[in-house]
């Protein structure tokens, strides 16, 4: 029997143990906010046999990982009459002593995640690739990322059989569902929604603790949706609201030919603002590679997004974010 104790300046620390080390202190997983962020997103290109991964980093299993640059990464063509469903990983070779981008070939189904110490995988995507086909299709390309957490474990947002189930004890939130789930030693449940996210405010509400004095709270007159005008391809867009706090989150392709002139409206949101503010607002080249133009985009009181200047031609991605606060309150007695 011996005991170890490490880091030291006299001890000798090997990998093995510098990864049971550092493995407890952080999951496994891409290293952002959740499925909102860009970091190490996998985007079709349109290109024969490749992919494209965002710049981003992760942890995976006590290793720091980091892509500097956005960078495309390559798969099989499909010479076979059945669609193939491959994955995208993120792949520990304690071999070679590296964490690196891996595409992993399925067959009917995506490969399973490889969950071993010595050859751990964090999945980033699956994609089906058609049969007879050398491109994938944006509609065939499900973002499976799963991220770092700090005590409650982020979901990944879409189903994936592969995806890393809570621990006994764990609390998850999905982003998607907007809803909190708990495992206990047999099954994983759901908790509800977060009582802030809901709607209205009302007295009623068992969960809702306030203080016995009379107070106000800024309420939502509706639940934040987004709609968009045509002319774009919609490839994310998601608004999450919390009492009298709308974040919203949009990442549109241009599609019809010629620029947008300023005043042009391109999406509307269903809730009032206080206020008009303006949200800074990225063209990207086709391929996300770099910043091509940089404009703005106006919020109105009525709830329109429309362009501040002239910019944005066909083919062109804008990435929109931005915060604002809802007018409204609800008197609690």
């Not at 104790?5 to 006299?10: A, C, G, I, R």
């Not at 190490?40 to 290109?47: D, I, N, P, S």
């Not at 002319?231 to 010629?258: C, D, K, P, W």
């Not at 944005?312 to 915060?323: K, P, Q, R, Y």
Request: overall charge negative; hydrophobic content about 40%; charged content about 15%.
């Amino acid at each position: 029997m011996a005991e170890h104790s490490y880091p030291f300046d006299t001890s000798a620390l090997d990998e093995a143990q510098w990864s049971r080390m550092a493995g407890s202190w952080q999951d496994n997983g891409v290293d952002a906010r959740g499925p909102w962020d860009q970091a190490l997103k996998v985007l079709t290109t349109g290109q024969p046999f490749q992919l494209l991964v965002t710049a981003g980093g992760a942890k995976v299993a006590g290793f720091h990982y980091e892509l500097d640059a956005n960078t495309v990464v390559l798969f099989e063509e499909n010479k076979t009459t059945s669609s193939r469903t491959d994955r995208v990983v993120l792949k520990l070779n304690r071999e070679t002593n590296t964490v690196a981008l891996a595409v992993r070939q399925g067959g009917a189904t995506a490969p399973p995640v490889d969950r071993t110490s010595d050859a751990l995988e964090v999945p980033l995507a699956t994609f089906i690739v058609r049969a007879n086909s050398d491109t994938v299709a944006p509609a065939d390309l499900s973002d499976v990322r799963e991220f770092v957490s700090s005590g409650v474990q982020m979901l990944p947002p879409f189903s994936d059989a592969a995806s890393r189930e809570l621990a006994e004890g764990q609390i998850g939130y999905s982003p998607t569902a907007k809803k909190f789930y708990a495992r206990d030693s047999t099954r994983q449940f759901e908790l509800g929604p977060p009582q802030d996210l809901a709607p209205y405010i009302k007295t009623t509400d068992a969960n809702l603790n306030y203080a016995k004095s009379v107070h106000s709270h800024p309420v939502l007159a509706t639940y934040p949706t987004l709609s968009f005008e045509s002319g774009f391809n919609v490839q994310h867009a998601e608004a999450h609201a919390r009492v009298g706090i709308v974040r919203f989150h949009m990442y549109l392709e241009r599609t019809a030919s010629g620029t947008l002139p300023s005043g042009s409206t391109i999406a509307h949101i269903n809730v009032t603002p206080l206020n008009w503010p303006l949200f800074v607002a990225y063209v990207f080249s086709d391929n996300l590679s770099s910043v091509t133009k940089a404009g703005a985009i106006a919020l109105t009181n009525t709830g329109d997004f429309y362009t501040y200047n002239t910019f944005w031609g066909s083919g062109e991605n804008l990435i929109v974010s931005g915060t604002y606060m809802t007018s409204g309150s609800v008197r609690i007695t």
